[in-house]
């Protein structure tokens, strides 16, 4: 049992920072109500921890790579305990918003370092076995996120969704400090503060700008502004990767169609099968009256589906070209998406979306598995551990700016289903229908028409974001094979002899670098 220790250290930090991603979704009707939370906060509260997850997990690599990844890793949980405590303790938007972002920042540095400690710890057939687990808990991770948080949100209150972070945290340093050595890359390079700080500033100041656009609209001013500092830092970003002789990402990689179709169907996926949940979740529970733990459980197909078709495509897509199985996926997400739209009626219950969100689960189940191996195969082997990590980012990204733009989608179609009393979308956005409804009798009509509008809306949206994303994979994705390869030497473990070249499954033979 000895041998797994290192393997059940790196499981438990990923499950707890994944499960963070969606944990939250089915409770923020229980916090917007007890923290006084308006639609943009509820925006924020999950906006924050995936912006701080993609915005910092390049940067988090570099430095695992040069100061230890176990060390960071570690630092990671602690900072990740210590941000859960404070979530739960917080008494308003703004603290809980705040500590959120630390949580991501924690959360950064044991998601950009687990594949690395990994590949550190097991070579051969052992190896396959570790990235198989760690691959099936991520799955079983987004699988549990809204039932955990319905479980804890209606039994023991909301708090408590953070609150278990702690001591799982404690467990997760403990058996890391007693089972995972250390290891560095063993030509690390220097450290990218001014392309950390450029990137992470253009995509807060966009999923700012995207979320403010919903209460000032296209031309407010401070919607407007965040949009120009956005662009200047993204800007700014592509001019200092450009220059740096060690950049986070090295922007020639996008020159290779493939790469860049990879990275379009990263980001797309995640906005067009996850980014909307927020939203059926508030209608859920708002318009039709469910708990915390029945809205769970009416997410639940979307999860589950993706993760047995995710531990079935292993054994049935393997050596199938990623453009069929990744454009598939997204043609599936799509029609899932597509399919919510179409079947979804005012006074219909949640299993009109039941075939809907199958087929989305399908989908994300034949594409995920592809998507990071056809990264890396798109590129040398020495940028292999940067084009994971680039994909990692993209994904995270995406889910943070898809709630943005389907949040103004959504607001915008709740104010047209509702009429004459749009006046009342924000408060029931914020999750406060139940409220409204009693303090306006006889709206609940309007109240459960105007939720279908906007969610329609936001699945037609979505639904096209999906059909672009394979449509970007058919016409860009033609080649799986890398473009200049060589070799890579392996790391540098300390107190053990140096490992074996390390890579990301059986038959790879790259060292990864930490943000993988």
């Known amino acids: 049992m000895r041998k797994w220790a290192p393997l059940t250290a790196v499981c438990l930090g990923a499950f707890m920072l994944l499960v963070d991603v969606t944990i939250v979704t089915v409770a923020l009707p229980d916090i917007a109500a007890d923290t006084h939370t308006g639609f943009a906060d509820l925006q924020w509260v999950m906006d924050v921890y995936l912006l701080a997850l993609s915005g910092l997990l390049l940067g988090a690599g570099s430095l695992a790579d040069r100061i230890g990844r176990r060390r960071v890793y570690t630092g990671g949980l602690v900072v990740f305990a210590l941000a859960s405590l404070a979530c739960g303790l917080a008494d308003g938007p703004v603290l809980l918003i705040g500590f959120r972002a630390v949580q991501g920042i924690g959360g950064a540095a044991m998601f950009a370092t687990t594949m690395a400690l990994l590949s550190a710890h097991y070579q051969g057939r052992d190896r396959a076995v570790a990235f198989g687990i760690w691959g099936a808990v991520n ?12 479980l804890l949100s209606e039994h023991v209150g909301w708090r408590w969704i953070f609150f278990v972070n702690v001591p799982l945290s404690a467990l997760a340093v403990l058996v890391t400090l007693r089972s995972v050595r250390e290891s560095r890359a063993p030509r690390a390079g220097r450290f990218d503060l001014p392309g950390l700080v450029t990137f992470t500033l253009g995509s807060a100041a966009l999923t700012y700008a995207l979320i403010e656009v919903a209460e000032d609209g296209w031309t407010g001013t401070l ?44 980001l797309l996926l995640s906005v067009a099968a996850f980014s909307y949940l927020l939203y059926v979740s508030l209608w859920l529970q708002s318009a039709r009256g469910l708990g915390p733990v029945a809205a769970g459980l009416v997410l639940m197909p979307l999860s589950l589906a993706a993760f047995v078709v995710s531990a079935a495509a292993g054994r049935f897509l393997h050596g199938r070209s990623p453009r069929v199985t990744i454009g598939t996926g997204l043609l599936l997400i799509g029609a899932g998406a597509a399919a919510q739209a179409l079947l979804l009626d005012p006074g219909d219950g949640a299993l009109s979306l039941l075939p809907g969100l199958v087929l989305t689960g399908l989908g ?43 949040g103004v989608i959504f607001h915008n179609g709740l104010e047209r289903g509702l009429g004459p009393a749009a006046d009342l979308a924000g408060p029931l956005a914020s999750g406060q229908g139940s409220a409204v409804a009693a303090g306006h009798p006889g709206l609940a009509t309007a109240i459960d028409h105007g939720f ?27 080649s799986p094979g890398p473009t200049a390869p060589g070799p890579v030497p392996a790391a540098r473990t300390e107190g053990a002899p140096q490992a074996a070249a390390a890579g990301t499954g059986p038959h790879t033979t790259q060292e990864p670098t930490s943000a993988q």
């Open 452 to 478: 279908v509008t906007g969610l329609r809306d936001t699945f037609l949206a979505s639904a096209v974001l999906g059909l672009l994303g394979a449509a970007l994979t058919f016409l860009l994705v033609r």
């Open 139 to 150: 799955g079983a991770a987004s699988a549990a996120g809204p039932i955990l948080g319905g």
């Open 223 to 266: 919607p407007l502004t965040c949009f120009a500092v956005a662009a200047a830092a993204f800007a700014a970003f592509l001019r200092v990767e450009t220059r740096s002789a060690h950049p986070m990402v090295d922007p020639s990689l996008f020159r290779d169609p493939v790469f860049t179709g990879i990275m379009a169907a990263a």
């Open 364 to 406: 994300v189940g034949a594409s995920t598995p592809q998507l990071a191996s056809a990264a890396m195969a798109a590129v040398p082997p020495a940028r292999a551990g940067m084009a994971g990590g680039a994909m990692n980012t993209a994904r995270q990204l995406g889910m943070a700016l898809g709630i943005a733009v389907l």
